[in-house]
């Protein structure tokens, strides 16, 4: 089941998406909810990110071909990291590369977890009770920021719509080993697949619960595969009027276009 979030009419609505029909949602995603008769063509709409998440946490270093290819050693447990909310934008909305920091921002294509109910000090074998779907995701970063200037990582991923995130939420997902990959401008930059992952979707969401409660709608980033725009031998970086897509088995596409602030 694919749910979405989208604007039309200057209203904003949940769904369930079947084929080019949008199913207006009873009930709260949450906890009981049923499509209902009324439907919209998604065609007609705006899809937004498929959730507005109280928090983004983020994991890194979690695909050991990535690691690998940025001379770190394989972590012991998962990395945490944040990004800010107002990182968040909507599938076909421009990825902004900021006044102050537009030289060295980077993509990656993650696999997103979003919760769906209050998780604390949660086991591994209970996880899937409380994933509600998956979504794609891009895990923008300005390197510059994050590692020659302040050599930590909370600007550096948390400038406005540097967290693309959709274009919904598929439910129905085995997340072990689905094909992630991100295209620039029609070139795959990054290809990978999910099994890649050190540490998995089970080992994350229960490490995170035991460190902080989990609330309804928190999008988890689980780590991006190797081929980076940084860590190449010649750097790509994102620049204004590029397209960057992330692909994931199963789920969907995510596409964005770079444009510079315009203030």
């Known amino acids: 089941m694919k749910i979405v979030r989208y604007k039309k009419d200057n209203k ?3 769904g369930i998406l079947k084929g080019e029909h949008i199913y207006n949602i009873q009930g709260d995603i949450f906890s ?6 009324k439907t919209d063509l998604l065609k007609d709409v705006e899809l937004l990110a498929p959730i507005n998440p109280p928090n983004i946490i983020a994991i890194g270093l979690n695909y050991r071909q990535h690691a690998v290819e940025t001379g770190a ?3 012991e447990r998962p990395v945490i990291f944040l990004k800010a909310t107002n990182s968040l934008t909507d599938p076909n909305s421009d990825i902004i590369l900021p006044k102050i920091a537009a030289d060295e921002v980077d993509f990656e294509a993650e696999l997103a977890v979003i919760i769906s109910k209050k998780a604390k000090n949660i086991e591994t074998v209970e996880v899937d009770d409380y ?3 998956y979504s794609c995701a891009n895990d923008v970063s300005a390197r510059d920021c994050q590692i020659k200037i302040d050599k930590q990582w909370a600007r550096g991923k948390s400038f406005d719509t540097f ?6 939420i598929e439910t ?3 997340p072990a080993d689905l094909k992630i990959k991100s295209i620039l401008n029609g070139e795959i930059m990054q290809q990978s697949r999910t099994s890649d992952m050190i540490f998995n979707v089970k080992q994350i969401v229960s490490y995170l619960s035991h460190n902080m409660t989990l609330l309804p709608g928190t999008v988890i980033l689980t780590g991006t595969p190797e081929g980076v725009g940084f860590a190449r031998k010649d750097p790509i970086f994102l620049k204004e009027g590029d397209q960057i897509v992330i692909e994931i088995e199963d789920i969907g596409s995510l596409e964005n276009e770079v444009s510079k602030e315009k203030v």
């Open 73 to 75: 050693e394989i972590p």
């Open 131 to 133: 994933i509600l779907g």
């Open 12 to 14: 904003i609505k949940n």
């Open 163 to 168: 967290c693309p995130l959709g274009p919904w």
């Open 32 to 37: 009981e909810f049923s499509p209902a008769e």
């Open 172 to 174: 129905n997902l085995d």
